[in-house]
C-alpha cells in the first residue's frame, strides 16, 4: 500500500443554511472522521477546509495511514476545482482519492463502495471527474433514498433529514467513517464485504 496521504474528501454546500441537508452528509461524515483524530478544520490555499489526521489502525497497534480531509469551500455543482487543486498541491493521483457523498439509489441508512463507473446524475462526482480528467476514483456512497411522491430529487436532497432519520443518523455516520477507514487499513473489497452484506 502507498506510504502517500489519502485525500478523503466530503461533499455538500458550504454555510449552516445547508448543514443539516442530505445533499451535505459528506460534510457530515468527515466531522465525525476529524473527531476520532481531534483534529480541526482550516482554511486552505485551494478553496477548501482541511484537516489532516491518522485513521484506523494497521496490523500490530500501528496507527493507520496518513489522511488529508477536505471540505469545498464551493457549491456542490463546483467540486472539482478545490479537488483537482489538492491533489496538485500535496501530489496525489486520483488513487489516492476518496469522495464520500450522497446517493439516491440506496435507501437509508445504508452504504455502499465502489471505485470508477458513472455517477449516477450527481453533479458534483460529475464535476470532479471532469476537473481531474478521470472517473476511477474510490466513492463512499450514503444511502438518502429516493423522495416520496412526486417530489424532485433536486428538492429531496436540498432538505435536511427527517425527524425519524435523524434518530438513526448519528450510527451511519460513524458506520460511514468505519468504511472510510476499512479502505484506506484494508482496502476496498474487504471494506465491500463487510458493508454491503449489512443490508444482505
Do not use: C
Not at 458550504?14 to 472522521?33: A, C, I, Q, T, W
Not at 490555499?45 to 484506523?56: D, F, K
Not at 476514483?137 to 433536486?154: E, F
Not at 427527517?162 to 479502505?183: F, K, N, Q, S, W
Amino acid at each position: 500500500m502507498s506510504n502517500r496521504p489519502w485525500l478523503i474528501v466530503g461533499l455538500g454546500n458550504p454555510g449552516p443554511k445547508y448543514s443539516g441537508n442530505r445533499h451535505n452528509v459528506g460534510h457530515m461524515v468527515l466531522d465525525v472522521l476529524a473527531g476520532r483524530g481531534n483534529a480541526s478544520f482550516a482554511r486552505h490555499r485551494t478553496n477548501a477546509h482541511i484537516a489532516q489526521v491518522r485513521l484506523g489502525m494497521l496490523p500490530g497497534g500501528v496507527p493507520g495511514p496518513q489522511a488529508i480531509l477536505a471540505r469545498p469551500d464551493t457549491y456542490m455543482n463546483t467540486s472539482g476545482g478545490p479537488v483537482a487543486g489538492l491533489l496538485k498541491y500535496f501530489d496525489l493521483t486520483a488513487d489516492n482519492l476518496i469522495v464520500i457523498h450522497d446517493e439516491l439509489d440506496i435507501p437509508f441508512d445504508s452504504i455502499r463502495i465502489k471505485r470508477g463507473g458513472g455517477e449516477g446524475g450527481h453533479n458534483g462526482l460529475r464535476d470532479i471527474s471532469k476537473a481531474i480528467g478521470t472517473k476511477d476514483y474510490l466513492r463512499v456512497r450514503i444511502g438518502v433514498g429516493r423522495p416520496p411522491g412526486r417530489m424532485q430529487a433536486a428538492d429531496w436532497v436540498l432538505k435536511d433529514f427527517g425527524t425519524a432519520e435523524r434518530a438513526d443518523l448519528p450510527i451511519l455516520l460513524e458506520e460511514a467513517a468505519d468504511a472510510v477507514e476499512m479502505v484506506i487499513t484494508e482496502g476496498m473489497l474487504a471494506a465491500q464485504q463487510k458493508f454491503h452484506s449489512k443490508d444482505s
